[in-house]
């Protein structure tokens, strides 16, 4: 029904185009004619039926030529919509040609658009088993690693669903322990909110079949996580019993031989009796001076405080209001975190509203937990107690307020790190050279070392270098783990411009292996790769002094000028911030090396797309532009 109205719909206008064409014509040859238009107004009045009956003949006879072809054309256009909707489920199938011409030239256009999807697909779909076939690999080899370790290993999600996990961690944790399930059964719940939020710290916790230290890392991206577990008895409550058993049978001696020393009075046994009244008193003062050691991690006060409090929260349901006095940020405070947020939650059982006040004093952190005045007092916890002394801290009540002492030491500070004073735009075409057997190489089938070194100056017949960095780069892969780093004593003072751009003094650096001693691990990690840097001619001017001369040098620098010709700004901050890459860790050598790595891998498809596909014609472009004249 709707295509019979969209055929009339189309056939009433064309009567109308036509109808309205014959009537203009009729109008201009009658202009000016009224004898004549007279004379044809009559015989059309006197023919008005004949004249209806051949229009309604003659629109019969067109709608029924047209229909078909009109219907047919329609038809045609539905089928090869409906049939090139077979290719979305079956990329194999292909359109047949047919009906008009421009249906067939659209058949055939789609035709060609699916054969390269179809092979897009089977492209995708082997890169797809490739790459099952090689995670699959790596994780055998994973699981074959980690069964031998001693350490419980798990690989979990985010919200603790286990992916992988070791022998030594179902011993641990036993038979609740299986791939897909959730660690949050096994373990506590808080704790591993918590642990997620210090990765260096570990904690002393319950599991299933008994105590247990837990580390949770996270591993890049924060989407898995490394949990680390190890058998262990609560040392401070073994130790502590030992203590006291120890002291136990210290005080029967000493009571047996005050009484032996009333009773016996041959100077013989005297004499015996002496020497063990002096034993107990040596091992009294031994045990006197016998601590169990601290259970706890260093934090930054400022770090400490939402920890607290965001355990408070989840614990107890309590935001308190905090403040931290200004002298104390910076201090490195000794604290078993979790234990000390629990204690706090158990001390805020009943409450409603509180306030922690934390200040400096005297090589401690004292935190004040104030409670509103007109309750029930404040409580001091055992559990509080407990985890103040574990790391040599202490924990007292006064009215409505609970105070606790925690040790804490002021943080290392590295001198603040300034912009640096600028560095030479140099090149070597000598490092350009291209080995024959790599002139063909492809870019993307290549391993880089992307380096890169901090020195004393910038001078490279006077200067020395304090620190080097590197990384593997495979194709477009950043290889994280294949990383060098190391930091060398220069022999001589460093001046201070040059400590405000790396943040290196010869202080820090003084015990530091010398630069000869470093050399050949790093000779080592350049073996069998293409160096990689930016400004790299700087660099190389240092290390040709020492012995390394590895040509070819890509250089991101020259490629950023093959690439953007026009742009001003080729500093490794603005390639980093065109390509977004993290500025992370810059004027560090690794920290370099890795921005360096990742601005090149995001090069590759541009230059991919210019044409530079080799190393050899990527490097004979670079050696034709201006930049590379300049000498060092």
């Known amino acids: 029904m709707r295509e019979a109205l969209r055929f009339l719909g189309a056939l009433l206008l064309g009567l109308l185009l036509v109808g309205g064409t014959v009537a203009l014509g009729f109008f201009l040859l009658l202009q000016g004619e009224d004898a004549l238009a007279r004379e044809f107004l009559r015989l059309v009045q006197a023919r008005i039926p004949a004249l209806l009956f051949v229009g309604f003949l003659f629109i019969l006879v067109l709608g029924a030529l047209l229909y078909p072809v009109f219907l047919g054309y329609l038809a045609a256009t539905r089928a090869l919509g409906q049939e090139a909707e077979v290719i979305l489920s079956n990329p ?273 952190l004292h935190l004040t937990l104030t409670l509103p005045e007109g309750g029930g007092g404040v409580r001091l916890p055992p559990l509080l107690e407990e985890a103040a002394g574990r790391s040599g801290g202490s924990a007292w009540k006064e009215a409505f307020r609970l105070h606790l002492l925690l040790p804490a030491r002021e943080a290392p500070r590295l001198p603040a790190q300034e912009g640096p004073p600028p560095r030479a735009v140099v090149f070597d075409l000598t490092l350009l050279q291209v080995p024959e057997e790599l002139e063909e190489a492809p870019l993307e089938g290549l391993l880089y070392t992307a380096f890169d070194l901090e020195t004393t100056g910038l001078d490279p017949e006077k200067d020395a270098i304090v620190a080097l960095g590197g990384v593997h780069v495979l194709g477009q892969r950043v290889l994280r783990q294949e990383v060098f780093e190391a930091l060398v004593d220069p022999g001589r003072p460093i001046p201070k411009a040059s400590s405000q751009v790396h943040g290196l003094t010869w202080e820090m650096l003084q015990g530091k292996p010398r630069l000869e001693e470093v050399l050949p691990a790093f000779r080592a990690f350049l073996e069998d790769s293409v160096l990689l840097a930016h400004n790299g001619a700087f660099d190389m001017a240092f290390l040709r002094r020492v012995g390394i001369h590895q040509p070819p040098l890509v250089d991101t620098l020259l490629l950023s000028h093959l690439l953007f010709p026009d742009l001003k700004d080729h500093r490794l901050e603005a390639l980093a911030e065109r390509f977004g890459v993290p500025v992370v860790g810059r004027h560090t050598a690794l920290g370099d090396a890795l921005m360096t790595a990742e601005v090149f891998a995001r090069m590759l498809p541009l230059l991919k797309a210019k044409g530079y596909r080799t190393l050899g014609r990527t490097l004979e472009a670079c050696a034709k532009l201006p930049l590379a004249k300049l000498q060092y």
Do not use: M
Not at 144 to 162: E, F, R, T
């Open 92 to 364: 194999g199938h292909r359109l047949r040609p047919r009906g008009p011409f421009e249906l067939q030239a659209l058949a055939d256009l789609i035709n060609r658009l699916a054969q390269e999807k179809e092979a897009l697909e089977r492209e995708v779909a082997a890169r797809i088993a490739e790459a099952k076939t090689l995670l699959e690999e790596e994780r055998k080899k994973l699981a074959l690693l980690i069964a031998h370790l001693p350490q419980g290993v798990v690989l979990a999600n985010p919200k603790g669903q286990v992916l992988l996990y070791n022998p030594a961690a179902r011993g641990l944790l036993g038979e609740g322990l299986g791939v897909g399930k959730s660690l949050l059964g096994l373990l506590d719940r808080g704790l591993w909110v918590h642990a997620l939020s210090l990765p260096e710290e570990r904690f002393l916790t319950q599991g299933p079949k008994g105590a247990l230290w837990l580390q949770v890392v996270p591993l890049e991206g924060n989407e898995r996580y490394l949990v680390l577990l190890e058998g262990a008895k609560e040392e401070g409550a073994l130790e502590g019993g030992l203590l006291h058993q120890l002291r136990d049978k210290l005080a029967g001696l000493k009571a047996l031989v005050e009484v032996l020393h009333l009773e016996v009075q041959t100077p013989r046994l005297q004499a015996l009796l002496n020497t063990a009244r002096a034993t107990a008193e040596e091992l009294g003062q031994l045990l006197a001076s016998w601590r169990p050691p601290p259970q706890a991690a260093e934090v930054l006060a400022e770090d400490l405080l939402p920890l607290l409090l965001e355990t408070l929260e989840r614990e107890a349901g309590i935001a308190p209001g905090f403040s931290l006095e200004e002298e104390a940020r910076g201090l490195l405070v000794l604290a078993d975190t979790y234990a000390l947020a629990r204690g706090l939650a158990e001390a805020l059982e009943e409450v409603e509203e509180a306030f922690l006040a934390a200040r400096r004093e005297d090589g401690f």
